[in-house]
C-alpha cells in the first residue's frame, strides 16, 4: 500500500520513477546532483515506490530529540563530518557485519556549489568491495530514479570520468549550485599512493 501511494504521490506531483532496481544486497547509491532540500523527501518518496528500502547518512546535528529518533527509523546514520576516516572504517565494518545494506550517500557534501566531490563514498565501495549505484535527481524532465551501477576498478581518475559523464546532462533544482564532478589533485595522489598507480600510468612510466 504504501509502496502504491508513494508511486501516486510522484505522479501527483508530476515527477517520473526511474524504475531500475539493483539486485544486489550491497550496494553503495550515491546521488546527486543535490541542489535542494526538496532532493530528499523526493528521494524518500522514490525508493518507497521502488519498495528499496535503504539507508541514509546526514550531520550528527540533525540526529538530536525526537526528530532524530524519526531519522533513525526512517534509515538515517548519524555522521560526524570532521572524524572523515573513522566514518569510512565504521561504514565499511557496517557492510561486513551485514548481509542487506543499501547505502545512500550525496557525493557533493553539501547543497551549495562546490569545486569537487567527496572521494569518501569511493574508498567505501573500494574497502567493502561493493558497487556504486548512480542515483539522480533530474528537474529538467522531472525524473528520479537509479541509473547505472559501476563497480571500482581503483583507477580512480578514470572512473569518475564515467560518473561525470553519466551525471552531465542531469540538473539539480538549482543548477547555479551545482557542484563540479571533480576530485582535488592531492585526493587522487594520495588514493594512488593507498592502492597503486592505476596499469596504464604504470606502463606509460616504463616506456619512458
Known amino acids: 500500500m504504501l509502496q502504491s501511494l508513494s508511486m501516486a504521490l510522484l505522479s ?20 546527486a ?31 538530536r530529540g525526537p526528530i532524530g529518533s524519526l531519522y533513525r527509523r526512517i534509515g538515517g546514520i548519524p555522521v560526524n563530518r570532521k572524524a572523515s576516516s573513522g566514518f569510512i572504517n565504521e561504514i565499511v ?26 572521494a569518501g563514498f569511493y574508498r567505501i565501495a573500494v574497502q567493502a568491495d561493493i558497487k556504486i549505484c548512480l542515483g539522480f535527481i533530474d528537474y529538467t524532465t522531472k525524473t528520479i530514479g537509479l541509473g547505472p551501477t559501476l563497480m571500482p576498478s581503483k583507477d580512480i581518475a578514470a572512473d569518475f570520468e564515467l560518473i561525470k559523464e553519466f551525471y552531465k546532462e542531469k540538473t539539480g533544482k538549482h543548477p ?30 616504463a616506456e619512458t
Request: proline content about 5%; hydrophobic content about 40%; aromatic content about 10%.
Open 93 to 118: 565494518q557496517s557492510f561486513a557485519a551485514r548481509d542487506v545494506l543499501r547505502l545512500a550517500i550525496a557525493p557533493e557534501g553539501t547543497r551549495s556549489k562546490g569545486d569537487h566531490w567527496k
Open 12 to 31: 501527483l506531483f508530476g515527477w517520473n520513477l526511474e524504475k531500475k532496481i539493483p539486485e544486489d544486497n550491497k550496494i553503495l547509491i550515491i546521488g
Open 176 to 205: 547555479h549550485k551545482k557542484s563540479t564532478i571533480r576530485l582535488r589533485e592531492k585526493e587522487i595522489l594520495l588514493f594512488e599512493k593507498e592502492y597503486g598507480q592505476p596499469a596504464a600510468v604504470q606502463d606509460e612510466g
Open 33 to 63: 546532483p543535490h541542489t535542494s532540500n526538496w532532493d530528499f523527501p523526493l528521494t524518500l518518496l522514490a525508493m518507497s515506490a521502488l519498495g528499496l528500502r535503504f539507508s541514509w547518512i546526514g550531520k550528527h546535528t540533525l540526529f
